[in-house]
Nanobody, 120 residues
């Protein structure tokens, strides 16, 4: 069982930056692929970024490429999402998620989410 707790959301002006953190419980964090997702009001949850168990491979949705950076610190059981050049359309609840690195497909564990609001 993995428990995930996000933090770092808030209100920021367009063009600003935020860094989200997600701390995972358990001893096997380094064996999980980690992802960030977001859900805007009235929209379905969408994928944002993911990072491999080692941190060596990352993948982003096109709308955040060049602006967001996902990273992880396995010693701290933490995954980060650095968000720069934020836009109003980035406003959403952001969730981190985990799945065993050996398994592709859907994520098994989810955090409670953290709100990010970008004002124009």
């Amino acid at each position: 069982q993995v428990q995930l707790v996000e933090s770092g959301g808030g209100l920021v002006q367009a063009g600003g930056s935020l860094r989200l953190s997600c701390v995972a419980s358990g001893r096997t964090f380094s064996s999980y692929t980690m992802g960030w997702f977001r859900q805007a009001p009235g929209k379905e949850r969408e994928f944002v970024a993911r990072i491999s168990w080692s941190g060596g491979t990352t993948y982003y949705t096109d709308s955040v490429k060049g602006r967001f950076t996902i990273s992880r610190d396995n010693a701290k059981n933490t995954v980060y999402l650095q968000m720069n050049s934020l836009k109003p359309e980035d406003t959403a609840v952001y969730y981190c998620a985990a799945r065993p690195a050996a398994v592709a497909g859907s994520y098994n564990y989810w955090g409670q989410g953290t709100q990010v609001t970008v004002s124009s």
